[in-house]
T-cell receptor, first 116, second 115 residues
């Protein structure tokens, strides 16, 4: 069974600082995908970044980067130069690419608050 | 707007009533997913379709839950005989399945309140 663990229920960060949101995962499948989503108070889940289990390089998308450490089964999200608009819930998720159920397994999320 | 849309955005119903939610995916996407999100938790996968075929439904919470995607375009999620524990946000997502990345894009959700 797959499991995603996010150990930081909440974080307060000063504007313009870099932020690291932790995510560890557990799976026995060799092929999987890791995702980060942002959920503002409006409720919509916004896709941020994706990392495949066989990707050699860490994924980057603008101010977002994913620090993928496969041996440690961690996939931390790094947000550079944080902005007030980054305040939201952040969810780490995993997909199973080996067939069968293809829904995402989500962690419990981290509530990020950016302070001016 | 070419994103995923869901209707209604909010639904208040009395216990025991049936409710139906609609999801319209991104037009070229062939996969459609339903999730439930309760307060303080991440979304929980319920079921998904590839085109009109429902490929996974074992995660539906009970036999009161059912989903359809009759023509491979929009989908409906029905909850029969609603209970107070069904109160949650119901999220729909769609994706274009490829050999590798299968990024799911979510709609705004339908918030259900069962009185």
């Amino acid at each position: 069974a797959q499991k995603i663990t996010q150990t930081q229920p909440g974080m307060f960060v000063q504007e313009k600082e870099a932020v690291t949101l932790d995510c560890t995962y557990d799976t026995s499948d060799p092929s999987y995908g890791l995702f980060w989503y942002k959920q503002p108070s409006s409720g919509e889940m916004i896709f941020l970044i994706y990392q495949g289990s066989y990707d050699q390089q860490n994924a980057t998308e603008g101010r977002y980067s994913l620090n993928f450490q496969k041996a440690r089964k961690s996939a931390n999200l790094v947000i550079s130069a944080s902005q007030l608009g980054d305040s939201a819930m952040y969810f780490c998720a995993m997909s199973y690419s080996g067939g069968g159920a293809d829904g995402l397994t989500f962690g419990k999320g981290t509530h990020l608050i950016i302070q001016p | 707007d070419t994103g995923v849309s869901q209707n209604p955005r909010h639904k208040i119903t009395k216990r025991g009533q049936n409710v139906t939610f609609r999801c319209d995916p991104i037009s070229e996407h062939n996969r459609l997913y339903w999730y439930r999100q309760t307060l303080g938790q991440g979304p929980e996968f319920l079921t998904y379709f590839q085109n009109e075929a429902q490929l996974e439904k074992s995660r539906l919470l009970s036999d009161r839950f059912s989903a359809e995607r009759p023509k491979g375009s929009f989908s409906t999620l029905e909850i029969q005989r609603t209970e107070q524990g069904d109160s949650a946000m119901y999220l729909c997502a769609s994706s274009l399945v490829r050999l590798t990345a299968d990024t799911q894009y979510f709609g705004p959700g339908t918030r259900l309140t069962v009185l």
